[in-house]
Nanobody, 124 residues
Framework: QVQLVESGGGLVQAGGSLRLSCATS????????MGWFRQAPGKEREFVAS????????NYANSVKGRFTISRDNAKNTVYLEMNSLKPEDTAVYYC?????????????????WGKGTQVTVSS
């Protein structure tokens, strides 16, 4: 499996922006569709965004569409999540996940590799 390490979380005011990064190692990164998920206190982990193996197709949750952008750099083995116009309801731990040979519509259960998460807190 690929190893994943997220970074870039923090505290930001509503309307602000953050850029999350997920550095990977261990397996061929380009063999993995990648996703971002989030989990708020007391809630289940939910899908945020996904990107296919070569980076030309993406999928977003309706709640973040138009505000968040997922991208990847296969040369750097890294996936990103650019988050703009942040809202207090975006507050959560954000997780990066890898889906070996998967696609952008895969279920969360298909993601076999997970990072430990990075906290994003949006103040009102």
């Amino acid at each position: 499996q690929v190893q994943l390490v997220e970074s870039g979380g923090g505290l930001v005011q509503a309307g602000g922006s953050l850029r999350l990064s997920c550095a990977t190692s261990g397996r061929t990164f380009s063999n993995y569709a990648m996703g971002w998920f989030r989990q708020a206190p007391g809630k289940e982990r939910e899908f945020v965004a996904s990107i296919n193996r070569n980076g030309d197709r993406t999928n977003y949750a309706n709640s973040v569409k138009g505000r968040f952008t997922i991208s990847r750099d296969n040369a750097k083995n890294t996936v990103y999540l650019e988050m703009n116009s942040l809202k207090p309801e975006d507050t959560a731990v954000y997780y990066c996940a890898g889906n070996f040979w998967g696609n952008i519509y895969s279920s969360i259960k298909d993601y076999g590799s997970w990072g430990k998460g990075t906290q994003v807190t949006v103040s009102s």
